[in-house]
């Protein structure tokens, strides 16, 4: 099958980049990087062996781009008003889309934007940065997870996990509405706590009172998804997280890049859509909540910051 990348940053440009090198036919669009690539090519820096794309096939706007049978869009959340304008050109009738996006509710707000479109979910456990233009540096991990969201074409979607699976890339196929919120229980603690407490993710579990809080906040997201009817994920699954997540290298989150960086946080679909859909659930994330808020002084801080310089 054919693949487009629409964000080809840390976590867009290292999948795009190793289903390339298996030889597949990946198109990246690409904005600022855009000559950098063209004169360098893409390189990947990586826990599991080092390589270059020499000659990628790259563009700088979808309207020069082919029509694919997948886009795998991994840009941040804040700018999913973008979709429409970005996506229409490159779809087919039976093109799916893979979300690789952080937080609760992407699908359907893309669904809303984009009737009839064929959506699914990908969930990657990644330690991944850009490090420069065209330069990646995959760190630890990398496995993605990948449920359907409204795919017709079952065929299709299940190429799709193959050709993940034939790139090197460790692929499941698991139910989307469930895996959001396994991933919620990592990424709801440490994006905003590391923005919050300006740390790593290493330095708050090296800590025992910052361990602690973490672990209450993954049991927190666990008692939401418990009462939107998930039950498949217990106590012990924020045992696992805390226990992989001791093992990566020091760690800043991409809400933590994004605020060093004075970019936008994505904070709605992370926090405040998750928040909403366990208070009509009847479950209260107190410590999140609280959380939440201190993002929203942050963000507005920032915005201050920013104005001014």
């Known amino acids: 099958m054919t693949y487009a990348i629409i964000g080809t940053g840390a976590i867009g440009g290292y999948y795009g980049a190793k289903l390339s090198k298996a030889g597949f036919e990946v198109h990246f669009l690409l904005h600022s990087d855009y000559e950098y690539v063209a004169d360098n090519g893409l390189t990947v820096d990586s826990c599991d062996g080092a390589f270059r794309l020499a000659a990628p096939a790259i563009y700088d706007d979808t309207r020069k781009m082919p029509q694919c049978d997948v886009v795998i869009v991994a840009l941040k959340t804040t700018n999913n008003q973008l979709l429409p304008t970005l996506l229409t050109p490159l779809l087919k009738p039976d093109t799916i889309v893979l979300l690789i996006q952080n937080g609760i509710g992407v699908e359907a707000e893309a669904e809303k934007m984009m009737p009839g479109i064929q959506l ?80 790593t993710t290493n330095r708050l579990l090296d800590n025992s009172s910052t361990r602690q809080l973490i672990y209450d906040q993954m049991l927190e997201v666990i008692g939401a998804a418990n009462a939107l009817g998930i039950k498949n994920i217990d106590s012990s699954f924020a045992d696992k997280m805390i226990h992989n997540t001791v093992k990566m290298p020091p760690y800043s989150p991409s809400m933590k890049l994004d605020f060093d960086n004075n970019r936008p946080m994505e904070i709605e679909y992370l926090y405040t859509r998750p928040l909403a859909e366990a208070k009509a659930a009847g479950f209260r994330m107190l410590k999140l909540e609280m959380l939440e808020q201190q993002l929203r002084f942050i963000e507005k801080e920032l915005k201050i910051k920013v104005q001014h310089d």
């Open 120 to 199: 699914a979910a990908g969930l990657a456990f990644i330690c991944s940065a850009k490090v420069g233009p065209g330069h990646i540096n995959h760190q630890f991990y990398g496995n993605i997870n990948i449920g359907n969201y409204n795919c017709s074409d079952t065929d299709k979607y299940n190429r799709l996990i193959d050709d993940f699976r034939k790139a090197g890339i460790g692929a499941s196929d698991v139910d989307y509405y469930e895996a959001r919120w396994k991933k919620a229980v990592w990424n709801m603690p440490f994006n905003g706590m590391t923005v919050a407490l300006n740390t």
